[in-house]
């Protein structure tokens, strides 16, 4: 912006206040909240829909290219990217993907990162778009290559709106013969986890090459445990690189999480390129 123009003397201080502020974000939270679309009632629905074959391409080896501590989440929530991926707010989100639109009527995978053959068995990071005019809830996903079959559930979020996207970690056997010249095909199915259900993400931070926060149960009854943690990974254009995961510890170290209660996280994402980040933290029911 050419800021080259002269102020009137007595409103030089006003403007430079106003500057301030836009520069510095307003000292608003660390999580952007996503506005809240109208979306129908929460409904499980039968989908089965193969994708093209998809080649991955080689892992990333670096170590992932972010500051020592970044706490600020992704701003701009009118970004499309955000608005789909967390409609109701319970991601923590440090990144604004941009997904393919997918096929009408159906679920569909619509992006994958490359395999990870580095943290123990074998692993893929799906992004799942609902095609279809209801809700659903954790759809899984199975991924075939050849002779072998992976497959992944518990969605981030676990409730994926009408039109939304949903990201899953497919695993494979350990020692399952995938290597990043792989070539997968895919199906979607729900019905497999009816009750899951995400919490809520009220904080997270990348320090170094860690992940870590709080999420707490916003539900309204007590959640039975273990509480999955899982960080999507994102390099500098927002292109989906893998994922990790790890278990949020309610106080206590107990097995369930009541009404309101948080429960503390930290994954470490060292092997990804991980600049940008979606975690998400939810329980099978």
Known sequence: MNLRRVAPAGLTAFALTLLFAACTGGGGPDET?????????????EATSPSPSTTASPAPTSSPTSS???????????AAGARELDPDRNLGVRALPSFPAGTAGKLAVVQSAPVDTVHGAPRLAIAVRNG???????PTVVARSGGVTGTGGLSSPARI???????VTVVFPTGADVTAKSTFTYSVRTGDHPKATSLRVDSSKLTGVTVSGTASNRSGGTLPGPFPVDVYCFDA???????IGSFATPPGGGDSLAVAAAAPFAVGVSGFACPRYVVGVATAG
Do not use: E, F
């Open 68 to 78: 020592p501590t970044s706490t600020a989440q992704s701003r701009g929530g009118a």
């Open 132 to 138: 279809t005019s209801a809700a659903v809830v954790s």
């Open 33 to 45: 909240r996503i506005p809240r679309p109208t979306i129908s009632p929460t409904a499980t629905t």
């Open 237 to 243: 254009k927002n292109k989906l690189t893998g994922s």
């Open 161 to 167: 709106a009408p039109g939304g996207v949903g990201l």
